[in-house]
């Protein structure tokens, strides 16, 4: 059941990178059901056409726009801003929800590496917004929300490439919502920790056959980990960035709100 008013979002125009991922599916449901017109993007086609088929059942077919999109290219970036302002007007709401994994320890990376991760979490992301971001300026309004991760505010074993994109992010966050805010923009991040979805799946499996344990083994390990001991789910941390979209978070500039089980406090 929605924490949200229906028309919360009522004339906003919401768009989401990553839609294919467990975070930005759950996300884009939300917002639909919150009033919102909505345009989602990712590289798979198939789960963009699952994902329309369910918005359909919450929102008028018209107020959704669905794309495929490779962010990390520019021709793409700029024609997906075109296409989906064609389609549903200003975009007023911006949700970066693309991005990769990685577990990688420094022995094993290589400069390309490196280069790729960032590219993929961070500079598409910068790119796409620093497009849309001048319409923002203009009509003095906007709501930017960046999924980082708990990697981006500390760093853990393996994870070099990953928590480097992801430090990016957080202080490409903090510095841009200094600049934002005087244009009534908002900058915000959210930080979760595990999520129950097919990436965080895929790091345990990896896990697990490098460690010579089972998926469960592995799986279970980490929620002990957690004083909640279980790992979030993906409409978790849909609400929270739906949250930040909302009027109710209007003083709630350059944050990193952290989802983590009470892993990390600070």
């Known amino acids: 059941m929605s924490i949200f008013a229906k ?5 906003r125009h919401v768009l989401i990178t990553g839609a294919t991922g467990g975070i930005g599916m759950e996300t884009a449901e939300i917002v639909a059901g919150m009033g919102a017109k909505v345009t989602i993007t990712g590289r798979n086609t198939e789960k963009l056409a699952e994902l329309r088929q369910k918005l359909e059942t919450i929102m ?8 495929r999109a490779d962010i990390t290219n520019k021709s793409d970036r700029e024609q997906l801003i075109r296409d989906a302002q064609a389609a549903l007007g200003f975009i007023s ?3 970066n929800a693309a991005g990769v994994a990685g577990n990688m320890t420094v022995d094993q990376l290589e400069e390309e590496d490196i280069k790729a991760m960032l590219d993929i979490n961070y500079l598409s992301a910068f790119s ?3 497009e849309i971001y ?23 074993f393996g994870n070099t490439a990953y928590a480097s994109s992801k430090f990016a992010m957080i202080g490409w966050t903090q510095s841009m919502a200094l ?23 895929g790091l345990f499996e990896n896990k697990a056959k490098n460690t010579n344990q089972s998926y469960v083994q592995v799986r279970k390990s980490a929620e002990e980990s957690l004083p909640s001991k279980r790992i979030m789910t993906a409409d978790e941390v ?26 990390v406090m600070r």
């Open 128 to 130: 796409l917004t620093k």
């Open 93 to 95: 709401d911006l949700v």
């Open 238 to 263: 849909g609400s929270t960035i739906a949250f930040l979209l909302t009027d109710a978070a209007q003083n709630i500039v350059g944050e990193s709100v952290k989802i983590s089980g009470g892993a």
């Open 7 to 11: 028309d919360a979002l009522k004339g």
């Open 179 to 201: 600049e934002a805010i005087a244009f009534n923009i908002r900058v915000n991040a959210v930080c979760p920790g595990f999520v129950d979805t097919e990436m965080v799946e």
């Open 60 to 67: 008028d077919a018209s107020d959704i726009f669905v794309q």
């Open 134 to 156: 001048k319409e923002m300026q203009e009509k003095k309004q906007g709501n930017i929300v960046n999924i980082a991760s708990l990697s981006g505010l500390r760093g853990t």
